[in-house]
Protein backbone atom coordinates (compact mmCIF):
# COMPACT_ATOMS: atom_id res chain seq x y z
CA UNK A 1 0.00 0.00 0.00
CA UNK A 2 1.15 3.73 -1.14
CA UNK A 3 1.55 6.21 2.20
CA UNK A 4 -0.57 8.48 2.90
CA UNK A 5 1.07 12.45 1.55
CA UNK A 6 -0.11 15.24 4.15
CA UNK A 7 0.13 18.18 1.89
CA UNK A 8 2.91 21.02 3.25
CA UNK A 9 1.37 23.82 0.95
CA UNK A 10 -1.48 25.47 -0.76
CA UNK A 11 -0.49 24.63 -4.31
CA UNK A 12 0.43 20.55 -2.96
CA UNK A 13 -3.16 20.71 -1.34
CA UNK A 14 -5.32 21.48 -4.54
CA UNK A 15 -3.36 18.86 -6.63
CA UNK A 16 -3.63 16.43 -4.31
CA UNK A 17 -7.90 17.35 -3.90
CA UNK A 18 -7.28 17.66 -8.08
CA UNK A 19 -5.85 14.12 -8.37
CA UNK A 20 -8.79 12.62 -5.45
CA UNK A 21 -11.86 10.24 -6.17
CA UNK A 22 -14.38 12.91 -7.96
CA UNK A 23 -18.18 13.31 -8.16
CA UNK A 24 -17.86 13.98 -11.71
CA UNK A 25 -15.08 11.73 -13.08
CA UNK A 26 -13.38 12.76 -16.45
CA UNK A 27 -11.85 10.94 -19.02
CA UNK A 28 -9.85 7.54 -17.65
CA UNK A 29 -6.54 7.17 -18.63
CA UNK A 30 -5.11 3.76 -19.46
CA UNK A 31 -1.73 2.38 -19.31
CA UNK A 32 -0.47 -0.62 -21.61
CA UNK A 33 2.79 -2.04 -19.96
CA UNK A 34 4.56 -5.18 -20.27
CA UNK A 35 5.97 -8.11 -18.24
CA UNK A 36 9.78 -9.42 -18.52
CA UNK A 37 8.64 -11.82 -20.62
CA UNK A 38 5.75 -11.26 -23.23
CA UNK A 39 4.93 -13.66 -26.70
CA UNK A 40 4.28 -11.66 -30.39
CA UNK A 41 0.83 -12.88 -29.77
CA UNK A 42 0.50 -10.84 -26.89
CA UNK A 43 2.07 -8.00 -28.73
CA UNK A 44 0.27 -7.58 -31.58
CA UNK A 45 -3.11 -7.64 -29.54
CA UNK A 46 -1.81 -4.78 -27.12
CA UNK A 47 -0.82 -2.95 -30.03
CA UNK A 48 -4.36 -2.79 -31.76
CA UNK A 49 -6.29 -2.20 -28.24
CA UNK A 50 -4.05 0.56 -28.02
CA UNK A 51 -5.12 1.47 -31.34
CA UNK A 52 -8.61 1.62 -30.34
CA UNK A 53 -8.27 3.16 -27.06
CA UNK A 54 -6.22 6.72 -28.51
CA UNK A 55 -5.83 9.13 -27.05
CA UNK A 56 -6.82 8.27 -24.02
CA UNK A 57 -3.77 6.17 -23.28
CA UNK A 58 -0.36 5.58 -22.91
CA UNK A 59 2.15 2.52 -23.82
CA UNK A 60 5.30 1.88 -22.33
CA UNK A 61 7.66 -0.42 -23.76
CA UNK A 62 10.16 -1.07 -21.05
CA UNK A 63 9.45 -4.17 -19.40
CA UNK A 64 8.26 -4.57 -15.87
CA UNK A 65 8.77 -7.63 -13.32
CA UNK A 66 4.92 -6.93 -12.40
CA UNK A 67 3.15 -9.49 -10.49
CA UNK A 68 -0.28 -8.09 -10.32
CA UNK A 69 -2.49 -10.84 -7.84
CA UNK A 70 0.43 -11.10 -6.02
CA UNK A 71 1.57 -7.73 -5.31
CA UNK A 72 -0.17 -5.10 -7.35
CA UNK A 73 1.88 -2.26 -5.23
CA UNK A 74 3.91 -1.64 -8.41
CA UNK A 75 0.71 -0.91 -9.90
CA UNK A 76 -0.63 1.55 -7.60
CA UNK A 77 2.74 3.11 -7.83
CA UNK A 78 2.15 3.89 -11.73
CA UNK A 79 -1.31 4.17 -11.18
CA UNK A 80 -0.60 7.16 -8.87
CA UNK A 81 2.39 8.43 -11.08
CA UNK A 82 0.87 8.51 -14.52
CA UNK A 83 -2.89 9.39 -13.03
CA UNK A 84 -4.61 6.66 -14.44
CA UNK A 85 -7.40 4.31 -13.60
CA UNK A 86 -7.41 1.42 -15.77
CA UNK A 87 -4.25 -0.87 -16.90
CA UNK A 88 -3.69 -3.63 -19.36
CA UNK A 89 -0.92 -5.62 -18.84
CA UNK A 90 0.71 -8.27 -20.93
CA UNK A 91 2.50 -11.40 -19.71
CA UNK A 92 3.39 -14.81 -21.14
CA UNK A 93 4.62 -17.68 -19.12
CA UNK A 94 4.41 -21.67 -19.94
CA UNK A 95 1.79 -22.07 -17.17
CA UNK A 96 -0.58 -18.76 -18.32
CA UNK A 97 0.44 -18.31 -22.06
CA UNK A 98 -0.54 -15.24 -23.96
CA UNK A 99 -2.32 -13.83 -20.95
CA UNK A 100 -3.89 -10.05 -20.96
CA UNK A 101 -4.67 -8.41 -17.40
CA UNK A 102 -7.09 -5.97 -16.91
CA UNK A 103 -6.95 -4.06 -13.63
CA UNK A 104 -9.50 -1.01 -12.50
CA UNK A 105 -8.37 1.37 -9.85
CA UNK A 106 -10.02 3.38 -7.62
CA UNK A 107 -7.90 6.03 -5.31
CA UNK A 108 -4.81 4.58 -6.80
CA UNK A 109 -5.68 1.63 -5.35
CA UNK A 110 -6.85 -1.78 -7.13
CA UNK A 111 -10.46 -2.29 -7.12
CA UNK A 112 -11.05 -5.66 -8.98
CA UNK A 113 -8.69 -7.64 -11.64
CA UNK A 114 -9.60 -10.04 -14.34
CA UNK A 115 -7.10 -12.40 -16.72
CA UNK A 116 -7.72 -13.25 -20.20
CA UNK A 117 -6.10 -16.05 -22.15
CA UNK A 118 -5.87 -15.16 -25.66
CA UNK A 119 -6.84 -18.30 -28.23
CA UNK A 120 -3.71 -18.04 -31.05
CA UNK A 121 -5.50 -19.93 -33.16
CA UNK A 122 -8.26 -17.44 -33.93
CA UNK A 123 -6.50 -14.29 -33.42
CA UNK A 124 -6.27 -11.73 -36.62
CA UNK A 125 -4.93 -8.41 -35.92
CA UNK A 126 -6.21 -4.83 -37.17
CA UNK A 127 -3.53 -4.86 -40.40
CA UNK A 128 -5.00 -8.82 -41.64
CA UNK A 129 -8.64 -6.82 -42.26
CA UNK A 130 -7.97 -5.18 -45.99
CA UNK A 131 -10.52 -2.03 -45.39
CA UNK A 132 -11.06 1.27 -43.91
CA UNK A 133 -10.39 1.72 -40.18
CA UNK A 134 -12.20 4.29 -37.36
CA UNK A 135 -10.43 7.54 -37.22
CA UNK A 136 -9.00 8.04 -34.08
CA UNK A 137 -10.72 9.23 -30.86
CA UNK A 138 -13.83 8.18 -31.81
CA UNK A 139 -16.77 6.88 -29.50
CA UNK A 140 -17.62 2.98 -30.24
CA UNK A 141 -20.84 1.42 -30.41
CA UNK A 142 -20.81 -1.35 -27.61
CA UNK A 143 -22.82 -4.40 -27.12
CA UNK A 144 -22.94 -7.36 -25.45
CA UNK A 145 -24.77 -10.67 -26.33
CA UNK A 146 -24.63 -13.96 -24.06
CA UNK A 147 -26.90 -14.70 -20.90
CA UNK A 148 -23.58 -15.66 -18.53
CA UNK A 149 -23.08 -11.47 -18.72
CA UNK A 150 -26.64 -10.80 -17.85
CA UNK A 151 -26.43 -13.28 -14.80
CA UNK A 152 -27.97 -12.19 -11.64
CA UNK A 153 -25.08 -13.45 -9.10
CA UNK A 154 -21.47 -11.95 -10.05
CA UNK A 155 -19.37 -14.24 -11.96
CA UNK A 156 -16.42 -13.92 -14.14
CA UNK A 157 -18.37 -12.84 -17.23
CA UNK A 158 -20.04 -10.28 -15.15
CA UNK A 159 -17.01 -8.97 -14.42
CA UNK A 160 -15.40 -9.14 -17.94
CA UNK A 161 -18.35 -7.40 -19.26
CA UNK A 162 -18.33 -4.68 -16.53
CA UNK A 163 -14.21 -4.26 -17.15
CA UNK A 164 -14.23 -4.17 -20.95
CA UNK A 165 -17.22 -1.46 -20.82
CA UNK A 166 -14.89 0.95 -18.91
CA UNK A 167 -12.32 -0.01 -21.21
CA UNK A 168 -13.77 0.52 -24.21
CA UNK A 169 -16.32 3.38 -23.79
CA UNK A 170 -14.12 6.40 -23.65
CA UNK A 171 -15.05 9.90 -22.87
CA UNK A 172 -18.06 10.18 -21.10
CA UNK A 173 -20.37 13.08 -23.43
CA UNK A 174 -24.40 14.43 -23.35
CA UNK A 175 -23.97 14.74 -26.60
CA UNK A 176 -23.22 11.99 -29.26
CA UNK A 177 -22.99 13.13 -33.43
CA UNK A 178 -24.74 10.55 -35.30
CA UNK A 179 -21.35 11.41 -38.03
CA UNK A 180 -19.13 9.92 -35.30
CA UNK A 181 -20.42 6.74 -35.30
CA UNK A 182 -18.02 5.15 -37.50
CA UNK A 183 -17.75 1.50 -35.65
CA UNK A 184 -18.97 -0.82 -33.22
CA UNK A 185 -17.30 -3.34 -30.59
CA UNK A 186 -19.15 -6.57 -30.72
CA UNK A 187 -18.48 -8.61 -27.32
CA UNK A 188 -20.32 -12.34 -27.27
CA UNK A 189 -20.15 -15.78 -25.08
CA UNK A 190 -21.52 -18.83 -25.83
CA UNK A 191 -24.25 -20.59 -23.57
CA UNK A 192 -22.38 -22.74 -20.73
CA UNK A 193 -22.71 -26.19 -21.06
CA UNK A 194 -22.24 -28.27 -18.01
CA UNK A 195 -19.36 -30.92 -18.37
CA UNK A 196 -17.53 -28.54 -21.33
CA UNK A 197 -14.50 -25.87 -20.84
CA UNK A 198 -15.99 -22.74 -19.82
CA UNK A 199 -16.96 -20.72 -22.76
CA UNK A 200 -14.93 -18.45 -24.58
CA UNK A 201 -15.34 -14.36 -24.80
CA UNK A 202 -15.22 -13.28 -28.25
CA UNK A 203 -14.50 -9.96 -29.25
CA UNK A 204 -15.06 -7.95 -32.32
CA UNK A 205 -14.85 -4.56 -34.73
CA UNK A 206 -17.07 -3.77 -37.15
CA UNK A 207 -17.22 -0.62 -39.38
CA UNK A 208 -20.51 0.77 -39.58
CA UNK A 209 -21.58 1.92 -43.34
CA UNK A 210 -24.55 3.48 -44.25
CA UNK A 211 -25.92 2.94 -47.88
CA UNK A 212 -28.89 4.20 -49.75
CA UNK A 213 -32.50 2.06 -49.06
CA UNK A 214 -35.00 4.30 -51.35
CA UNK A 215 -36.15 5.10 -47.90
CA UNK A 216 -36.19 7.82 -45.44
CA UNK A 217 -33.84 5.69 -43.17
CA UNK A 218 -30.63 4.15 -44.86
CA UNK A 219 -29.79 0.86 -44.86
CA UNK A 220 -27.27 0.19 -41.91
CA UNK A 221 -24.64 -2.61 -42.89
CA UNK A 222 -21.45 -3.79 -40.78
CA UNK A 223 -17.91 -4.54 -42.07
CA UNK A 224 -14.89 -6.23 -39.58
CA UNK A 225 -12.49 -4.34 -39.26
CA UNK A 226 -10.45 -5.98 -36.76
CA UNK A 227 -8.95 -7.19 -34.17
CA UNK A 228 -10.81 -10.46 -33.54
CA UNK A 229 -9.61 -12.06 -30.12
CA UNK A 230 -11.02 -14.78 -28.25
CA UNK A 231 -10.27 -14.76 -24.59
CA UNK A 232 -10.14 -17.67 -21.81
CA UNK A 233 -11.03 -16.09 -18.53
CA UNK A 234 -8.48 -17.14 -16.01
CA UNK A 235 -7.74 -15.49 -12.29
CA UNK A 236 -10.34 -12.86 -10.72
CA UNK A 237 -9.77 -10.62 -8.27
CA UNK A 238 -13.27 -9.42 -7.02
CA UNK A 239 -13.56 -5.48 -5.50
CA UNK A 240 -12.89 -5.51 -1.91
CA UNK A 241 -17.29 -4.64 -0.57
CA UNK A 242 -16.31 -2.02 1.45
CA UNK A 243 -13.97 -0.07 -1.89
CA UNK A 244 -16.73 -0.58 -4.30
CA UNK A 245 -19.30 0.53 -1.92
CA UNK A 246 -17.09 3.91 -1.50
CA UNK A 247 -16.32 3.72 -5.44
CA UNK A 248 -19.99 3.65 -6.49
CA UNK A 249 -21.49 6.73 -4.41
CA UNK A 250 -24.19 8.31 -6.42
CA UNK A 251 -23.30 12.47 -6.81
CA UNK A 252 -25.81 14.10 -5.35
CA UNK A 253 -27.51 17.39 -7.07
CA UNK A 254 -25.60 20.70 -7.07
CA UNK A 255 -28.88 22.01 -6.22
CA UNK A 256 -29.14 19.92 -2.67
CA UNK A 257 -25.74 22.02 -1.97
CA UNK A 258 -27.53 25.11 -1.32
CA UNK A 259 -31.72 24.17 -1.30
CA UNK A 260 -32.96 22.33 1.53
CA UNK A 261 -34.62 18.73 0.99
CA UNK A 262 -33.65 18.04 -2.58
CA UNK A 263 -32.00 14.83 -2.95
CA UNK A 264 -30.92 12.11 -5.43
CA UNK A 265 -32.88 8.36 -5.39
CA UNK A 266 -31.41 5.29 -6.18
CA UNK A 267 -31.59 5.68 -10.55
CA UNK A 268 -30.28 9.14 -10.51
CA UNK A 269 -33.43 11.61 -10.51
CA UNK A 270 -33.25 14.26 -8.40
CA UNK A 271 -36.26 14.80 -5.94
CA UNK A 272 -37.66 16.97 -3.19
CA UNK A 273 -39.94 17.15 -0.04
CA UNK A 274 -42.44 19.52 0.41
CA UNK A 275 -43.68 20.58 3.60
CA UNK A 276 -47.29 21.36 4.39
CA UNK A 277 -48.77 22.95 7.28
CA UNK A 278 -51.51 22.44 8.84
CA UNK A 279 -54.87 23.33 6.65
CA UNK A 280 -58.77 24.57 7.90
CA UNK A 281 -60.67 23.03 5.46
CA UNK A 282 -63.55 25.52 6.48
CA UNK A 283 -61.88 27.92 4.71
CA UNK A 284 -61.48 26.19 1.75
CA UNK A 285 -62.25 27.76 -1.61
CA UNK A 286 -64.46 25.81 -3.86
CA UNK A 287 -66.70 26.49 -6.89
CA UNK A 288 -69.78 28.77 -6.23
CA UNK A 289 -73.07 27.73 -6.54
CA UNK A 290 -76.43 29.60 -6.72
CA UNK A 291 -78.33 27.30 -4.76
CA UNK A 292 -75.73 28.18 -1.83
CA UNK A 293 -75.50 31.57 -1.67
CA UNK A 294 -77.24 33.22 1.29
CA UNK A 295 -79.87 36.43 0.65
CA UNK A 296 -78.81 39.93 1.43
CA UNK A 297 -81.72 40.17 3.84
CA UNK A 298 -80.63 37.53 6.08
CA UNK A 299 -80.41 33.44 6.46
CA UNK A 300 -83.20 31.59 4.23
CA UNK A 301 -84.47 29.11 6.56
CA UNK A 302 -86.93 27.64 3.87
CA UNK A 303 -84.26 27.13 1.15
CA UNK A 304 -87.52 27.75 -1.22
CA UNK A 305 -86.51 31.24 -1.99
CA UNK A 306 -83.38 32.71 -2.72
CA UNK A 307 -81.60 36.05 -3.81
CA UNK A 308 -79.45 36.28 -7.28
CA UNK A 309 -77.12 38.55 -8.11
CA UNK A 310 -79.27 41.35 -8.86
CA UNK A 311 -81.30 40.83 -5.51
CA UNK A 312 -84.53 39.64 -7.10
CA UNK A 313 -86.41 36.73 -5.58
CA UNK A 314 -86.22 33.43 -7.15
CA UNK A 315 -88.79 30.88 -7.41
CA UNK A 316 -87.91 26.96 -8.38
CA UNK A 317 -91.05 25.24 -9.91
CA UNK A 318 -89.83 21.66 -9.37
CA UNK A 319 -92.57 19.85 -11.23
CA UNK A 320 -91.66 21.80 -14.24
CA UNK A 321 -88.36 22.50 -13.55
CA UNK A 322 -89.41 26.80 -14.70
CA UNK A 323 -87.98 29.45 -12.71
CA UNK A 324 -90.55 32.48 -12.13
CA UNK A 325 -88.72 35.72 -11.89
CA UNK A 326 -90.42 38.30 -9.08
CA UNK A 327 -88.89 41.54 -9.42
CA UNK A 328 -89.53 43.75 -6.44
CA UNK A 329 -91.47 47.22 -7.00
Given at each position: ??????????????????????????????????????????????????????????????????????????????????????????????????????????????????????????????????????????????????????????????????????????????????????????????????????????????????????????????????????????????????????????????????????????????????????????ELQTRKMKGLKRSRGGDDEDGDVDMD?????????????????????
Amino acid sequence: MLKAIKPKTARSKRLLEKKAPQVHEGHRMTLFLRYTSTSEIVNLAMTDLHSLKRPLCVKFSKKNDIHPFEDPSSLEFFSEKNDASLFCFGSHSKKRPHTITLARMFDYKVLDMIELHIDPETFRTLSQFKNAKARVGLKPLISFSGTAFESPTDNAYTLAKSLLLDFFKGEDTSNVDVEGLQYMIHISVAEEVEGQPAPKIQLRAYMIKTKKSGQSLPRVEVEEMGPRIDFRVGRIREADPNMLKEALKKPRGTEAKTKKNIDMDSMGDKVGRIHVGKQDLGELQTRKMKGLKRSRGGDDEDGDVDMDAGGDDVDDDDEGGVQLKRVKA
